[in-house]
């Protein structure tokens, strides 16, 4: 059996595999649902369980529900360009990448896929997933559920009154410069990263809520920058009490319909029922593609952006230091000097947009060198590099201007 036909059948896992069916199943097909995992720590996974749960994480009894985010009837194109003069075969190997697309000037340049992943699947997003919630946000403030990115959290969730984020204003959530205490160490198994979404809550609280609203202050609000993906979890629950409507549902209205995306995604969600927004957004590549080129474009509908005038501009450019030079965090991208700018999630997943050169790159992965692997890392920029000279060289030979900054 085909290994994207095992992927499709892995939605049926845990039935299979305690029915008499299971055992009329080749061998290919055991050995693979026999991989996926049996317990809810995702960051402690084997590589065998990585490869066979990112591709199922929605549809694992393991974990929570997911809500659908659907799609409209008809998606936008994706033609095909030139292909690109550019070797990947090793790039790919090294990263373990399931998937690798390049968009550029509206063309596909390249399409890629490894792991036994094809088009036709989706795999999750983790915290590519960030950029996603920061763009929703930015919509509800162009919809006037958000009065001001000044506002104070407090403001729009009454229940974190009295904890450290009743200081935080929404701008300082979105830079994760909030001051508040958060250990985002992904090898650490007592590391609120890793202990968050097993946290059991307070009866009748969100569990996001009711995980963050103890944790203490160790700076003043705005003073300093610190990774956190509980401080994302917050804006999307920030993002769904100001709309009174599911993220997952917003999404779909704001931007995965009328962006003409190709496939159904799904958000996996917390204990208490809401959008794990920091995370977690199963999607098919080539849609992930799609919301590169969406926000390229100016994240417009119609014509008309569905952000605050200016404000996509701010979110994707440097708004607080990060000690990297080079580099930046702007509202949940990463941002780069030259004006690119990336989504990036662990493990090896990411979105990288260079307006220059009109430029989307989309790749999902799963990196053997674990959830944020500095070699990887350092590598997947290296080629992201790569892939701009790359076009360079192309409009110099073709006569066109040079767009290197």
Same mark, same amino acid.
């Given at each position: 059996?085909?290994?994207?036909?095992?992927?499709?059948?892995? =939605?049926?896992?845990?039935?299979?595999? !305690?029915?008499?069916?299971?055992?009329?199943?080749?061998?290919?097909?055991?050995?693979?649902?026999?991989?996926?995992?049996?317990?809810?720590?995702?960051?402690? &996974?084997?590589?065998?369980?990585?490869?066979?749960?990112?591709? !199922?994480?929605?549809?694992?009894?393991?974990?929570?529900?997911?809500?659908?985010?659907?799609?409209?009837?008809?998606?936008?194109?994706?033609?095909?360009?030139?292909?690109?003069?550019?070797? /990947?075969?090793?790039?790919?190997?090294?990263?373990?990448?399931?998937?690798?697309?390049? /968009?550029?000037?509206? +063309?596909? #340049?390249?399409?890629?896929?490894?792991?036994?992943?094809?088009?036709?699947?989706? &795999?999750?997003?983790?915290?590519?997933? +960030?950029?996603?919630?920061?763009?929703?946000?930015?919509?509800?403030?162009?919809?006037?559920?958000?009065?001001? @990115?000044?506002?104070?959290?407090?403001?729009?969730?009454?229940?974190?009154?009295?904890?450290?984020? %009743?200081?935080?204003?929404?701008?300082?959530?979105?830079? @994760?410069?909030?001051?508040?205490?958060?250990?985002?160490?992904?090898? %650490?198994?007592?590391?609120?990263?890793?202990?968050?979404?097993?946290?059991?809550?307070?009866?009748?609280?969100?569990? $996001?809520?009711?995980?963050?609203?103890?944790?203490?202050?160790?700076?003043?609000?705005?003073?300093?920058?610190?990774?956190?993906?509980?401080?994302?979890?917050?804006?999307? $629950?920030?993002?769904?009490?100001?709309?009174?409507?599911?993220?997952?549902?917003?999404?779909?209205? +704001?931007?995965? @319909?009328? =962006?003409?995306?190709?496939?159904?995604?799904?958000?996996?969600?917390? #204990?208490?029922?809401?959008?794990?927004?920091?995370?977690?957004?199963? !999607?098919?590549?080539?849609?992930?593609?799609?919301?590169?080129?969406?926000?390229?474009?100016?994240?417009?509908?119609?014509?008309?952006?569905?952000?605050?005038?200016?404000?996509?501009? *701010?979110?994707?450019? +440097?708004?607080?230091?990060?000690?990297?030079?080079?580099?930046?965090?702007?509202?949940?991208? &990463?941002?780069?000097?030259?004006?690119?700018?990336?989504?990036?999630?662990?493990?090896?997943?990411?979105?990288?947009?260079?307006?220059?050169?009109?430029?989307?790159?989309?790749?999902?992965?799963?990196?053997?060198?674990?959830?944020? *692997?500095?070699?990887?890392?350092?590598?997947?920029?290296?080629?992201? #590099?790569?892939?701009?000279?790359? $076009?360079?060289?192309?409009?110099? #030979?073709?006569?066109?201007?040079?767009?290197?900054?």
């Amino acid at each position: 059996m085909k290994i994207r036909k095992i992927a499709l059948g892995l =939605a049926a896992v845990v039935v299979l595999a !305690a029915a008499a069916g299971w055992f009329s199943l080749d061998k290919e097909t055991r050995g693979l649902l026999a991989t996926l995992p049996t317990n809810r720590d995702v960051l402690f &996974w084997s590589q065998a369980q990585r490869d066979a749960g990112f591709r !199922a994480l929605d549809r694992l009894s393991i974990l929570a529900k997911a809500r659908a985010v659907h799609a409209g009837p008809t998606p936008s194109p994706l033609p095909p360009g030139a292909p690109l003069a550019l070797d /990947v075969d090793a790039f790919m190997a090294a990263q373990r990448n399931s998937a690798l697309l390049i /968009v550029q000037d509206g +063309k596909l #340049r390249l399409e890629r896929y490894g792991l036994g992943f094809d088009a036709s699947g989706r &795999w999750t997003s983790f915290s590519v997933a +960030k950029s996603i919630t920061s763009t929703l946000l930015g919509a509800a403030l162009r919809d006037g559920y958000i009065k001001s @990115m000044d506002d104070k959290v407090s403001q729009y969730i009454p229940q974190m009154k009295g904890s450290a984020y %009743d200081d935080v204003s929404i701008r300082q959530l979105l830079t @994760m410069t909030s001051g508040v205490r958060w250990n985002e160490d992904y090898a %650490d198994p007592n590391s609120d990263v890793a202990k968050f979404n097993n946290y059991q809550p307070e009866p009748g609280v969100d569990a $996001i809520v009711s995980y963050l609203r103890r944790l203490p202050r160790e700076a003043p609000a705005g003073t300093r920058w610190h990774y956190s993906t509980g401080e994302t979890n917050l804006v999307g $629950i920030l993002v769904g009490q100001a709309t009174g409507k599911h993220l997952a549902d917003y999404l779909s209205e +704001k931007i995965w @319909m009328p =962006a003409g995306m190709e496939q159904q995604a799904t958000w996996i969600l917390s #204990r208490t029922g809401n959008e794990i927004s920091g995370c977690c957004i199963q !999607a098919a590549t080539r849609d992930f593609a799609r919301f590169g080129l969406f926000v390229l474009n100016g994240a417009r509908v119609g014509g008309t952006s569905i952000v605050p005038d200016g404000w996509l501009a *701010d979110a994707t450019s +440097k708004r607080v230091d990060i000690g990297e030079p080079g580099r930046g965090y702007g509202y949940q991208w &990463w941002t780069y000097d030259d004006g690119s700018f990336a989504a990036r999630g662990i493990f090896g997943q990411g979105i990288f947009i260079d307006p220059k050169r009109r430029l989307v790159i989309a790749v999902n992965a799963d990196w053997g060198g674990g959830a944020s *692997d500095p070699v990887a890392r350092k590598a997947r920029d290296a080629f992201y #590099r790569s892939v701009q000279q790359a $076009i360079d060289d192309e409009a110099q #030979r073709s006569g066109k201007a040079d767009v290197r900054p």
